[in-house]
């Protein structure tokens, strides 16, 4: 099946990304529907996408989520099945194949499909450090359901259920540096924490036994939150339990860019907390401030 044009439609979500976005889109070139969906690039990101044949949409990035759905409701996509990818992903054969396979079979009873992440560190391969295979719900159908907001990326909701694709995508995650990972996950950590401190509670320990493998890793996500001196558990957990050392150099630097990812988290959290207290006695202090005479 190597080479078949898959009649699937491609959003690629761009901000300053001409590092990548060529590569990205040369991954999807069997692909005979694809969109770069920008949310104001500075950079050469809109002509490269278009000398490589892509339809440009312009949209404010407000979450991934949002970003993901407005991309369903306002680009001209021409099919219903639409792959989502960044510009620091690509497609691979394999996966491409599967995608191809899954729509020709399609009944109508899949919102969508779960696909891995392949993340790579210099071209390597995390295959312990990264705790592959991580699933996303990539491959949707955009009549059968929507995505929503979780922390800073995004979850699926639907009445149907997902499929699981054996195949992953791969994912650069450290294509422009450690600096720019660092700076992007300071704002992710702070949105990890509004999540953690707003969410409803919600069961940790049945998921764990009964629950499919992405609902058990939400929930080991959930429960983790609540672990003290949490950062070096994550550092420990990356290295030995996931076995990030059998990554060589590159599963190391994973562990410990994870442990500080999660020393954001926890300091986002304290200022969060902060912030509502201060909240909460503001009234207190102004009261305080009020001569008796307007009393």
């Known amino acids: 099946m190597t080479g078949v044009r898959v009649p699937c439609s491609v959003v690629v979500l761009t901000l300053n990304e001409q590092r990548n ?10 692909f005979d529907d694809v969109h770069v969906l920008d949310s104001g690039s ?4 809109v002509t490269i996408a278009e000398r490589h044949g892509a339809r440009v949409g312009q949209n404010a990035f407000a979450s991934f989520g949002q970003q993901r759905n407005w991309g369903h409701d306002h680009l001209p996509l021409r099919h219903a099945w639409v792959m989502h990818l960044d510009a620091d992903e690509r497609m691979t054969a394999a996966l491409a194949d599967e995608i191809a396979a899954a729509i020709r079979a399609d009944d109508g009873r899949h919102a969508g499909f779960f696909i891995a992440e392949r993340t790579l560190m210099r071209g390597r391969w995390l295959r312990h450090a990264a705790m592959y295979p991580r699933y996303q719900a990539r491959l949707v159908h955009r009549g059968r359901m929507c995505f929503t907001d979780h922390g800073h990326g995004q979850r699926e909701a639907s009445d149907l259920p997902f499929g699981t694709f054996a195949s992953p995508y791969d994912h650069l995650a450290f294509s422009h540096g450690i600096e720019h990972w660092l700076r992007k996950h300071a704002g992710y950590a702070a949105k990890e924490a509004a999540q953690f401190s707003s969410a409803p509670p919600a069961p940790l320990l049945a998921p764990l036994f009964t629950g499919t493998a992405l609902q058990r890793h939400r929930a080991l996500k959930r429960l983790a939150m609540k672990l003290p001196l949490r950062p070096w558990v994550r550092y420990l957990h990356v290295l030995f ?15 410990r860019m994870m442990k500080v990812y999660e020393e954001m988290i926890d300091l986002a959290l304290i200022e969060a907390e902060d912030r509502r207290d201060d909240a909460r006695e503001r009234p207190a202090r102004i009261a305080d401030r009020v001569p008796e005479a307007q009393k």
Do not use: F, N, P, Q
Not at 42 to 45: E, I, M, N, Q, R
């Open 42 to 45: 500075t950079d050469g990101t």
């Open 21 to 30: 976005i060529a590569a990205c889109l040369d991954s999807v070139r069997r």
């Open 241 to 255: 339990l996931k076995r990030g050392v059998l990554d060589g150099r590159a599963g190391w630097e994973y562990a």
